[in-house]
């Protein structure tokens, strides 16, 4: 089991309360792990608190907002078509 699985489980609680309170603002489609990839990629990304209490803080003052960012912003520099798949006369025409 690699490190983020293993501390994966430490926030899985946290997580859950976090995916139950989008959902309850109707985007039930955000999942754990969705929002575990945002903590991983986005939110700790230079930097990690050094304290449980305060990652579990972090986790919990995550926004709707700032998960919707981070999605949006993924979507368009991760899922872009390489030019070769582009049909170009679709584009022009």
């Known amino acids: 089991m690699d490190y983020q699985q293993q501390s994966f489980f430490n926030y899985e609680i946290w997580l859950r309360m976090k995916q139950e309170e989008f959902s309850m603002h109707g985007y039930d489609r955000v999942t754990v792990d969705d929002l575990w990839k945002y903590c991983n990629t986005f939110l700790w990304k230079h930097s990690r608190p050094e304290r449980y209490h305060q990652e579990v ?18 979507a368009q520099v991760y899922n872009v078509s390489s030019l070769d798949e582009m049909e170009l006369e679709d584009l022009l025409g």
């Not at 003052?61 to 700032?66: Q, S, V, Y």
């Open 57 to 74: 803080k972090a986790i919990m003052d995550i926004t709707l907002n700032d998960y919707f960012n981070f999605a949006s912003l993924e």
